[in-house]
C-alpha cells in the first residue's frame, strides 16, 4: 500500500473521456530564439511544460457519509491491526472527511482504508495514547496534514505523513525508520541517545557498524533516578496512564496529598476489576444457585463485587465487599476510606486473609468482607458520628479481611508465552512507556532477541555464572572497620574470575555509616563522612579489572548526607536524592584512573564507571525486558510497630517473631490464595550449614517472614504502604513509588529481615541483609542475581 503512495504520477491518472481531453499545445519551432549566429538552437526541441494537462484532477463526488458505515472497515483498521479504540466523534471526523475527499469510491477503489490506515500510524507517531479522540487537537492536525496531501481520492504527497513517519516496524532497510512510540528520529541520535530511546532502526545499524561495542551487555543497562523517572497517573475515564505535564514541586499545595491516595486507590480498583473474581459472568444458568451449594464449585462459580462505601446508607444489616484505605479516624479508631466517603471499622472479629500470611497497617488499601450496621442515635447520614463531612454514620463490621490481588507483569502488559520462546504483545498496557526506555510492545521483541545473543551461556561461564550476574550488598557501613574487610573479600572473590565472566553490576547499598551522619551522631560530621568515602576509594582502588569491566551503583540509606542532617536518624522523606558529589569525587576518580590504565596497557578504551543514584531507584536491561526495583528501608520493623493485630491470630501474648513459625494451611476457597511464592533452593543452602539444633525452626520462621513482607509490598502494588506521618513522601514524586507493572525482579534491602530469596507471582525478590552477618563472627553475606535466569542466591564467605 505504501508502494502506490509513493508513487503519485502512476496513480494520478486522468479519468476524463479522450474526447474532453484539451488538444495538445504545438511546440515552438525555435524554442530558444537566438540572437547571433554565435548561438545556435538546440538539437532536439525542448517539451513545453503544458499547465492546463497538469491541473486536471479526477473528480470526486463528495458525499454525506454515514459514521455506522464506516465503523466496520474503521473497526478493523485501527483496533484489530493498530489495537486503537475510537471514540464516536472521532468516528463523525474520520466520516466526515473520507465523505468529503473520497466520495463515491471510498469502499470500490479502498480509498477509505489508505486515509485509515496513514491516520491511525500518524496517531501512533504522535504519541496519541490508545484512545483517538475526536475532540482533541491531535485528530484535527492529522486530518488538516492529510487534505493537503489528498489528490483524486488518494494520499499523493505528504509531509508529516512520510514513509519514514509512518508506523512501520523493521521495513526499512536503510536503518530510517523512526521510533513511533517515543518520537525520536534515530539518524539523529548520537550513541547516548540511541541507548536512552532504544530505537528499533539503531539497533539495525549498530549491528552492522559496532558489532564489537554491543558484545558487552552493560551498554544496555540504564540506571534510572526516581526523580527523572515518567510521572504516570491513571486516568479512569480513558482507561489509560496519562504523562503529569505539571512541574513538580518539593512543596506543593495541599491538594496534591489527596492525589496521591486517589492515583494509588483507582490503580488498584483498575487491577481489581481485570481479575477474573471480580467480572461477572455475561451468561448465568438457572442452575448457578445449586452449583453454589457445593463447597467444591462455589470459588469457580461465585464473582466477587464492590460496593462504594456512599451506597451503604439505608442498607443496614446487608453484607457487602468494600475496597478502601485503612486509616485512623480523628476520634483515635479505625476507619476505612475510598472515593465516595469513610466510615468506621470494626475488626474485632475479623479473619486476615490468609491466616498470618500479610501484615495489615493504616495507610493500606484492603478488601474488607462484611456487614454495614447503622447508628441507632443519628439514620446514619453524611456528616455523622464522626463529625468530619463524608463520615457515614454506624459501623462496618468485618469478617474477612484481606490485601488486593496482584496482577503478573505478563498480564498488565498484554504478554503472551515463554520468555524463552516467542513472545507477543497483545492487549494491557503494552504500549506505555512506564520507565522512558521504550514501551513493550515497540521494542520488547528486539531486546529479547538481542538479550539472547548477548547472554547466552557458554561451558566455561555455567560454574562461574558468567557475565550477566548482578551483585547486591547492603548496609555497607563504612565506619565500621570489619566492613571494610567484608567488602575486600566480596569483592576479591569476583576479581579471581576472568575478566570476561566478571559480573556486569556491583550494587552497594546505604546506609553508609552506621548513624545519622551530621546530625551530631556517632559517626561525625561532613569531614569524616568524606573520609570514608575516601577509604571507600581506597579500597575499591586494589580491584581495577573490577572497576574497568563492571558499573557500581549506590543507593544511599536513610543516614546518609544531607538528608540526615535534619532527620537525625528517623525517616527521610522518599524518594531520597543520592549521595551529593562532594563526598563522592574521590571514588569517582578512581574509576578514572582505572580507565585510563586499561587503555594504556591494551590500547583498549574501557568504561567502567560509579552511579549514585537515589532512593529509591531501577535499574532497566534491554529497554522493558529486565526491570529491578531497588529500595533500602527497614519495612519489616515498621511494619512489626505499625501492624494490626487480630484477636483471632493464635499466640496472641508472645511475640510476633515467634507468631511467623506457625503458619496455618492455607484456604483453598478464597481467591487470595491463588497467588503461590516460589522459594529458591539456594537460600536454604545457605542458611542451614548452621550447625544449631533449632536450625529448620529458624529457617522456617525466616522464610514465613520473608514471604509476609513480600506478599504485603507487591500487593499494595506500592513501596510505602504507611501513613504520611509514619513514613513521609514527596507528592509530586509518589509516582517513583509505584510497583505496577510488577517488576522482573526487586531488592528490598532490609537489615531487621532475614535474609532471602523469593519469588511471588513472577517477581524475584531479595534482601541482602546486612555484609556483615549479625550474630556471626568473620561472615560476608550477599545476594549474587542472575539476570537471564531472573534467579537470586544468598551467598556467604568467611573473612
Known amino acids: 500500500m505504501i508502494d502506490k503512495m509513493s508513487r503519485p504520477n502512476q496513480a494520478e491518472k486522468p479519468r476524463a473521456a479522450p474526447i474532453f481531453k484539451p488538444p495538445p499545445t504545438p511546440a515552438p519551432s525555435n524554442p530558444i530564439p537566438s540572437s547571433s549566429p554565435a548561438f545556435g538552437t538546440p538539437a ?12 486536471v484532477k479526477a473528480s470526486i463526488l463528495p458525499i454525506l457519509l454515514p459514521p455506522a458505515t464506516l465503523r466496520p472497515l474503521a473497526f478493523r483498521t485501527f483496533t484489530k491491526k493498530h489495537s486503537l479504540t475510537l471514540t464516536s466523534s472521532a468516528l463523525q471526523v474520520l466520516a466526515t472527511f473520507i465523505g468529503r475527499h473520497c466520495g463515491t469510491e471510498w469502499r470500490e477503489e479502498g480509498l477509505a482504508e489508505r486515509v485509515l ?78 541507548q536512552s530511546s532504544l530505537g528499533m532502526s539503531t539497533l539495525e545499524v549498530e549491528d552492522e557498524e559496532d558489532e564489537g561495542g554491543l558484545r558487552d551487555p552493560r551498554k544496555w543497562l540504564k540506571v534510572i533516578d526516581a526523580f527523572e523517572q515518567p510521572r504516570l497517573v491513571y486516568n479512569v475515564a480513558k482507561k489509560h496512564f496519562d504523562r503529569d505535564t505539571t512541574k513538580p514541586s518539593f ?22 476489576l481485570r481479575n477474573e473474581s471480580f467480572q461477572t459472568p455475561t451468561f448465568e444458568t438457572q442452575s448457578l444457585s445449586l452449583k453454589r451449594s457445593s463447597s467444591s464449585l462455589a470459588t469457580a462459580q461465585q464473582s466477587y463485587k464492590l460496593t462504594p462505601i456512599a451506597n451503604l446508607l439505608g442498607r443496614n444489616g446487608s453484607s457487602h465487599m468494600v475496597l478502601g484505605l485503612l486509616t485512623i479516624s480523628p476520634t483515635g479508631t479505625l476507619a476505612i476510606n475510598d472515593l465516595t466517603g ?49 463520615t457515614i454514620g454506624g459501623k462496618f463490621i468485618g469478617f474477612f479481611i484481606g490485601g488486593p490481588p496482584c496482577e503478573r507483569r505478563k ?94 553490576t556491583f550494587v552497594l547499598m546505604g546506609n553508609f555509616v552506621q548513624h545519622a551522619i551530621m546530625a551530631r551522631g556517632g559517626s561525625g560530621g561532613s569531614i569524616e563522612y568524606k573520609e570514608y568515602f575516601d577509604s571507600l576509594a581506597s579500597a575499591l582502588s586494589e580491584y581495577p579489572t573490577l572497576l574497568q569491566s563492571a558499573t557500581f551503583v549506590f543507593v544511599p540509606g536513610d543516614n546518609d548526607g ?162 504520611m506521618a509514619i513514613r513521609p513522601v514527596l507528592w509530586d514524586y509518589a509516582s517513583s513509588l509505584q510497583v505496577y507493572p510488577l517488576p522482573t525482579a526487586m531488592v528490598l534491602a532490609d537489615t531487621e529481615a532475614p535474609a532471602f530469596c523469593v519469588t511471588y507471582e513472577g517477581c524475584h525478590v531479595m534482601n541482602p541483609g546486612s555484609i556483615v552477618a549479625p550474630g556471626r563472627r568473620g561472615v560476608a553475606k550477599w545476594v549474587e542475581y542472575d539476570i537471564r535466569n531472573k534467579v537470586g542466591k544468598v551467598r556467604e564467605a568467611l573473612f
Open 44 to 55: 532536439f526541441p525542448i517539451k513545453s511544460f503544458n499547465p492546463a494537462a497538469a491541473s
Open 117 to 194: 490506515e496513514e491516520v491511525a500510524k500518524s496517531w501512533k507517531n504522535r504519541n496519541g495514547g490508545v484512545i483517538v479522540d475526536g475532540e482533541g487537537n491531535d485528530l484535527k492536525d492529522i486530518m488538516k496534514n492529510l487534505e493537503g496531501s489528498m489528490s483524486g481520492g488518494r494520499i499523493v504527497a505528504s509531509r508529516e505523513l512520510s514513509r519514514q513517519n509512518s508506523l512501520v516496524l523493521g521495513s526499512s532497510q536503510n536503518g530510517e525508520v523512526s521510533h513511533t512510540r517515543l518520537g525520536i528520529r534515530s539518524n539523529i541520535l548520537g550513541r547516548e541517545d540511541s
Open 251 to 272: 512543596l506543593p499545595p495541599a491538594s496534591h496529598k489527596t492525589q496521591v491516595f486517589r492515583n494509588r486507590y483507582n490503580l488498584i480498583h483498575q487491577r481489581l
Open 342 to 390: 469513610s466510615i468506621a471499622l470494626d475488626l474485632s472479629h475479623a479473619n486476615p486473609i490468609p491466616e498470618d500470611g500479610a501484615w495489615f497497617a493504616p495507610g493500606m488499601i484492603v478488601l474488607v468482607d462484611g456487614t454495614y450496621e447503622e447508628d441507632d442515635n443519628n439514620g446514619g447520614g453524611l456528616g455523622g458520628s464522626g463529625g468530619v463531612g463524608g
Open 411 to 504: 498480564v498488565t502488559l498484554g504478554l503472551t508465552g515463554s520468555d524463552d520462546g516467542g513472545v507477543s504483545a497483545g492487549g494491557g498496557f503494552g504500549w506505555v512507556d512506564f520507565l522512558g526506555v521504550g514501551s513493550e510492545r515497540a521494542v520488547g521483541s528486539k531486546m529479547r532477541k538481542l538479550e539472547q545473543r548477548l547472554l547466552r551461556h557458554g561451558s566455561r561461564e555455567e560454574d562461574l555464572g558468567g557475565r550477566g550476574r548482578m551483585v547486591i550488598i547492603s548496609e555497607v557501613n563504612l565506619d565500621q572497620p570489619r566492613t571494610l574487610q567484608a567488602l575486600k573479600k566480596v569483592l576479591g572473590l569476583y576479581a579471581a574470575e576472568p575478566e570476561e565472566d566478571t559480573p556486569m
Open 562 to 723: 544531607w538528608t540526615s542532617s535534619f532527620s537525625a536518624g528517623t525517616a527521610t522523606p522518599l524518594p531520597r536524592k543520592g549521595v551529593p558529589e562532594i563526598f563522592t569525587s574521590r571514588i569517582k576518580r578512581a574509576f578514572a584512573t582505572a580507565n585510563a590504565e586499561a587503555e594504556k596497557e591494551r590500547g583498549k578504551k574501557t568504561e567502567g564507571e560509579a552511579i549514585w543514584t537515589s532512593n529509591p531507584s531501577r535499574l532497566s536491561l534491554f529497554g522493558p525486558t529486565h526491570e529491578i526495583v531497588l529500595l533500602r528501608d527497614s519495612t519489616s520493623g515498621r511494619l512489626r510497630r505499625t501492624g494490626i493485630k487480630f484477636s483471632s491470630s493464635k499466640s496472641s501474648e508472645e511475640d510476633e517473631d515467634v507468631d511467623m513459625a506457625s503458619t496455618p494451611a492455607p484456604n483453598p476457597d478464597e481467591v487470595q490464595e491463588s497467588a503461590e511464592m516460589d522459594v529458591d533452593t539456594e537460600v536454604q543452602a545457605a542458611e542451614s550449614h548452621e550447625a544449631e539444633p533449632t536450625t529448620d525452626e529458624t529457617l522456617s520462621s525466616d522464610l514465613h517472614a520473608a514471604r509476609k513482607l513480600v506478599k504485603t509490598i507487591l500487593d499494595q502494588g506500592y513501596l510505602s504502604p504507611f501513613g
